[in-house]
């Protein structure tokens, strides 16, 4: 199946002179959820702008549903859905009218039954006649999903869903996004909670300085996740790895007090019992060990950092 969204070879140099993005590829796959990691002004809001239209390209293009952009933006910017990073500012009109009238927005015909379904999905059935300025924090961020979808868009675009709300009402949003899911509908997040990437996603692309600098199924990221290291504190500090060592990749750390592995913790074999067969074999011995695993978020530091 093509993918839903194209993005190819996309840059943006904004008339001060920055370039936030940098010839961006990616496809997304229909029905699938991707999270966009990166720090703060890593460039996610500028390429969710662009395929929404309202941020221009300076170069590159995108395909949505096989519609281009530029050429075909209304057939393009109907299948698409964005609940944008900022909450509205208060409204006097009642959840139910604002719902509707994005619905008409896009010129789709009244249906009252799938706006309803719409508000009883996300939980604000009750809330229908209530005025949005009455609302709290979390219910307002739900109506902007509402409304988001009030047209049936294809992919729904959510720009940092959870910045600022509660752990409990982050899970609900990621049951809610994963239900969508469900209905068919492609979800594209951007987040800077890692935990959140992991929770939902099927891929995770990491964007910084403008670069989508790794895009992996999430699988594949855990596999990663699944390094370990074994710290060693030895009892005489080492000026150097004995030869006899070398396969093992050690690094000498804490100025030469430390020797510490990295292995694949999902591997058949570590490594270490051999490993340690050979230390004694090479006269190093130790007083004390301990194990870590890496997690997703030094990945994705590590690779931030690599690319300063
Ligand atoms: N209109 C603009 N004019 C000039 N620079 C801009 C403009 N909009 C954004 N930028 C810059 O482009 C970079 C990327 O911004 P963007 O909002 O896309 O980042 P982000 O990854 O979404 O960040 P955050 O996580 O903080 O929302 C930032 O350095 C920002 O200052």
Redesign the pocket.
């Known amino acids: 199946m093509p993918p839903i969204i194209s993005i190819s070879q996309l840059s943006k140099t904004?008339?001060?002179g920055?370039q936030?993005l940098k010839s961006v590829d990616l496809d997304i796959s229909q029905g699938e959820i991707f999270a966009l990691l990166?720090p703060?002004?890593?460039?996610?809001?500028?390429l969710i702008s662009i395929v929404c239209g309202i941020v221009n390209a300076t170069s590159g293009g995108v395909t949505v549903g096989g519609h281009d952009i530029r050429r075909d933006f209304r057939a393009a910017r109907e299948m698409i859905g964005l609940v944008p990073?900022e909450l509205t500012t208060d409204s006097f009109e009642s959840v139910w009218a604002t719902v509707s009238f994005s619905r008409g927005l896009f010129g789709r015909r009244r249906d009252d039954a799938f706006v309803e379904k719409t508000l009883k999905d996300l939980s604000l059935w009750d809330k229908r006649d209530a005025r949005i300025l009455t609302l709290s924090g979390g219910m307002k961020r739900r109506v902007l999903i509402a409304k988001a979808l009030a047209h049936e868009p294809r992919v729904l675009f959510l720009d940092?869903p959870t910045a600022g709300v509660d752990v409990e009402l982050r899970r609900d949003m990621w049951q809610l996004v994963r239900g969508l899911r469900e209905t068919g509908v492609t979800i594209i997040l951007?987040t800077?909670y890692i935990e959140e990437a992991e929770e939902m996603a099927d891929r995770i692309g990491v964007i910084s300085k403008g670069e989508i600098i790794v895009v992996e199924q999430k699988a594949e990221l855990m596999s990663k996740l699944g390094r370990k290291r074994l710290t060693l504190n030895l009892q005489e500090p080492l000026s150097e790895i004995p030869d006899s060592l070398e396969p093992y990749r050690l690094e000498l750390k804490s100025g030469g007090c430390e020797l510490v592995y990295t292995y694949d913790a999902q591997g058949q074999r570590t490594g270490i019992t051999r490993l340690l067969t050979d230390l004694s074999a090479a006269g190093v011995t130790f007083r004390d060990l301990q194990t870590e695993q890496s997690s997703l978020e030094e990945i994705f530091v590590g690779l931030v950092k690599d690319k300063r």
């Not at 703060?40 to 500028?46: D, L």
């Open positions: 904004y008339s001060s920055f936030a990166g703060n002004g890593a460039g996610k809001t500028t990073q940092e951007t800077h």
